[in-house]
């Protein structure tokens, strides 16, 4: 979404758990008609949008979900590169013992 590319979620709830945090995100997002609970819901919304899908993008209350998805769920940075290196050098070593480079062809 943060793209700006008219996107539609097909969210299956009984597969996810949500964290309080995202509920009135999701609910916003469901109101807004970006993200559907079954596949025939999120067709039918197609089918609905189907001759300006911007018309719809662009309305008030579907920018407002974007926004609050972006706001919640999107990390911006001005040297994304940097915050990348920075999160790698993080990482504990992940290499084990048991896989070294000689022997990783055995597994």
């Known amino acids: 979404m943060f793209s700006g590319v008219p996107t539609i979620i097909v969210y299956l709830e009984e597969f996810f758990e949500v ?16 993200m559907h609970t079954t596949e025939i819901s999120a067709a039918n919304h197609i089918a609905q949008i189907f001759d300006d899908p911007m018309e719809w993008w662009n309305a008030k209350d579907v920018k407002l979900a974007r926004s609050h998805f972006n ?31 000689s022997n990783k ?3």
């Open 71 to 101: 706001d919640l769920c999107i990390t911006t940075d001005d040297d994304p590169i940097k915050s990348w290196v920075n999160f790698f050098k993080q990482l504990p070593d992940l290499q084990s013992p048991s896989v070294t480079h």
């Open 19 to 34: 964290q309080p945090i995202y509920k009135t995100l999701i609910s916003s997002l469901k109101d807004a008609g970006i």
């Open 105 to 107: 062809e055995k597994l």
